[in-house]
Nanobody, 119 residues
Framework: VQLVEAGGGLVQPGESLRVSCAAS????????MSWVRQAPGKGLEWVSS????????VYADSVKGRFTISRDNAKKTLYLQMNSLKPEDTAVYYC?????????????WGQGTQVTVFS
């Protein structure tokens, strides 16, 4: 199983960036997918999720209206389009796959991609 993030980088406030997460080794389309970030010196912060069923999306208040999560099940890839970036969006962004069964949970994590917003 692999989740490989890409697309991080260094941008200025107000700019945009798209990060992606390529999945392999599991049935991507059946997993709920999320982006979780960790800012320097802080804990993990959930950013957004997209569910396996109808593709329902949810967002943290801090990114609502600026970030868009999407998935391409044929390409087994998760995306996060980030617009109007702010310095407080600086973090390592992790891709997370999650599937719940009665009595157990299966989850996978990527290695993360660094996003730095500097002024």
């Amino acid at each position: 199983v692999q989740l490989v993030e890409a697309g991080g980088g260094l941008v200025q406030p107000g700019e945009s960036l798209r990060v992606s997460c390529a999945a392999s080794g599991f049935t991507f389309s059946t997993y709920d997918m999320s982006w979780v970030r960790q800012a320097p010196g802080k804990g993990l912060e959930w950013v957004s999720s997209i569910y396996s069923g109808g593709g329902t999306t949810v967002y943290a208040d801090s990114v609502k209206g600026r970030f868009t999560i999407s998935r391409d099940n044929a390409k087994k890839t998760l995306y996060l389009q980030m617009n109007s970036l702010k310095p407080e969006d600086t973090a390592v962004y992790y891709c997370h796959a999650d599937q719940l069964y009665p009595g157990r949970r299966i989850e996978y994590w990527g290695q993360g991609t660094q996003v730095t917003v500097f002024s």
